[in-house]
Every structure is written in C-alpha cells, then in structure tokens.
C-alpha cells in the first residue's frame, strides 16, 4: 500500500517539553510538507521541504524545526517556543513537477496542558 | 493578497439538494484551484480542480464554476448524501511555486 503515515495519532506533553511527530512516505515523492490544522483556520503552511537536505518556512514557523535526511520521511519536532502548540498536525507530500497535487497523510493530534 | 475566503462556514443540506460552497481570492498570479475533502479525524484528500482557462469543469455529482473576472470559484455537489457529510476546503496557488494557500474550511452536513 503507498500512502503517507504519521505516528501517533494522539499526542500528549506537558507544556516545556519538546516534541517530535513522525511523517512518513513510500510515494517516492519529492516535495513533503508540514500544515498545522485549527478550527475555522484552514491548513496554514509550517514548513516544506522539496529535496532531500533542503526545507523552507512556512507562513507560520516559529517554534517549528525540521530534517530531511532522506527522501520518504520529514519529522517535525514542535518546541517548547511554540506559543500554542496544541493543533491537528497534517503531513503531506507530492512529485516536483505535480506540486500542486497533495496527498494528506491522516494526521497528528497534539494536545499540550 | 494571499489569502482565499471561502463560506459559509457550516451548511446543512436535505438528502438528494444541491450544496454550494464559495470561495474568493486575490491573487491573480494563481493558476489552479484545488478542492479538498476531509472527514473526521482524517487527512484532507484532493476532490477536483479547476485552472482559469476552464469556467466549468465537471466529476460525477462535483462541479467546479470559475468566474476569473470576479475571482470567485464554488463547488456545487449535485444529490448530495449523508456519505458527503465531511470539511471541504478551497484552495488556490501558482504552479511555478509549491504553496498552496487555503480557505478556512464549510463543514457540510448531509441530513438523510
């Protein structure tokens, strides 16, 4: 079966720790993106990587960071700056030259108290 | 400029009508507008999509309309049923790039 999977589904830390949410691919895409999820916001972009060893911002980063040391996983670890980590997590992926059509992996729920 | 408005927030629709949702952007330099799906507790996954040149563009019970000169796009859902019922969500971006700019999300509700 190809597809995106992302571990846990149900995420819980107390607040100051940091956590890392598990994205993985076997699409062999090239493109792989983190979105953050929360009630009538949409998805808002975190960071994308298009390369293995390469990644860009997103429009809301802060408190973000992420790898890309090979091909079919992006692992986001959300910090201890992050102001409001509690949010879906949605990972996704898609070929260079299709960027624009993303397959969703079933997503990350992280509750931080 | 970068953003999509989409609404209504939430509809609820009788078993066998029409559900419409809207969306509005800015933007002029995006040149594809996707549709996304999502049920509880899901990822969201590409339903249909629709670049400028096109005014309409037709999947099963799914229609795009595309007005460009008004920068306004919709998704009708023809006979719609209680397997609908889910979060769907406009999109739009450029293809040169690789962000993909969304809309806030209409929950829909499918009454049988």
Redesign the interface.
Same mark, same amino acid.
């Given at each position: 079966d190809g597809g995106?999977t992302q571990s846990p589904k149900y995420l819980f830390r107390k607040e100051g720790q940091n956590v890392t949410l598990s994205c993985e691919q076997n699409l062999n895409h090239d %493109?792989m &993106?983190w979105y953050r999820q929360d009630p009538? $916001?949409? #998805?808002? #972009?975190i960071y &994308?990587s298009?390369i293995v060893n390469d990644f $860009?911002k @997103?429009d809301i980063a802060e408190g973000y960071s992420v790898s890309r040391e090979k091909k079919e996983s992006f692992p986001l670890t959300v910090t201890s700056a992050q102001k409001n980590p509690t949010a879906f997590y #949605?990972c %996704?992926s898609s070929t260079h030259r299709n960027? &624009?059509? $993303? &397959?969703? @992996?079933? @997503?990350t729920r992280l509750t931080v108290t | 400029q970068q953003q999509v408005k989409q609404s209504p927030q939430s509809l609820i629709v009788q078993k066998g009508g029409i559900s419409i949702i809207n969306c509005a952007y800015e933007n002029t330099a995006f040149d594809y507008f996707p549709w996304y799906q999502q049920f509880p507790g899901k990822g969201p996954a590409l339903l249909i999509a629709i670049r400028p040149d096109v005014s309409e563009k037709k999947e099963g019970r799914f229609t795009i309309s595309f007005n460009k000169s008004a920068k306004q796009f919709s998704l009708h859902i023809m006979d719609s049923q209680p397997g609908d019922s889910a979060t769907y969500f406009c999109a739009a971006l450029y293809t040169g790039g690789f962000k993909t700019i969304f809309g806030a999300g209409t929950r829909l509700f499918v009454k049988a």
């Open positions: 995106i %493109a &993106y009538g $916001q949409g #998805l808002r #972009l &994308y298009q $860009q @997103g #949605l %996704a960027s &624009y059509e $993303q &397959y969703f @992996g079933p @997503g | -």
